[in-house]
């Protein structure tokens, strides 16, 4: 099966934000938070070959990227990756803010993390996009399982 999921690391979604926008406002410029970007992205743990398949792939997204949830409305898990570096690390942060929390928590939390770390201004519109989907996709489980 996956590697253990490191998520949570905080204890709820609204810590996870906040220290994320701590880490962040840490580096001077963003050539430094794109080089966190990539190094939070090599943290998550590689998916199994039959979650690498079409039927986990996460559409909207320019790089390729496999999602799987699992579990229901007390946990909901994501394991997650993509093949682009910085992509890897965009999905690091949308997991450390929901994954392993309960749909409720999911479904109440609004990614506040991208507008406090200036992330919408520095993605290109097909990483943009491609964040949006993430998002809608997590959000989309949680209200179906809760």
């Not at 050539?31 to 039927?55: F, N, V």
């Not at 690390?89 to 507008?115: C, K, M, N, Q």
Request: glycine residues 4%.
């Amino acid at each position: 099966m996956t590697s253990p999921s490191p998520f949570p690391i905080e204890a709820s979604a609204a810590q996870a934000q906040a220290a994320i926008a701590e880490e962040f406002s840490l580096f001077a410029d963003w050539s430094e938070r794109y080089q966190y970007l990539i190094d939070l992205g090599r943290k998550l743990p590689d998916l199994p070959a039959e979650w690498k398949t079409d039927d986990y792939r996460l559409h909207g997204c320019q790089s390729n990227v496999w999602i799987v949830a699992e579990g229901d409305a007390t946990r909901l898990d994501f394991h997650a990756i993509s093949d682009s570096a910085i992509v890897s690390g965009l999905i690091f942060l949308a997991l450390r803010v929901y994954s392993g929390r309960p749909a409720a928590e999911i479904l109440a939390t609004t990614p506040d993390y991208i507008a406090a770390i200036g992330l919408a201004k520095h993605l290109s519109p097909t990483r943009s996009n491609g964040l949006a989907a993430l998002l809608a996709f997590i959000q989309e489980k949680a209200a179906a399982s809760n």
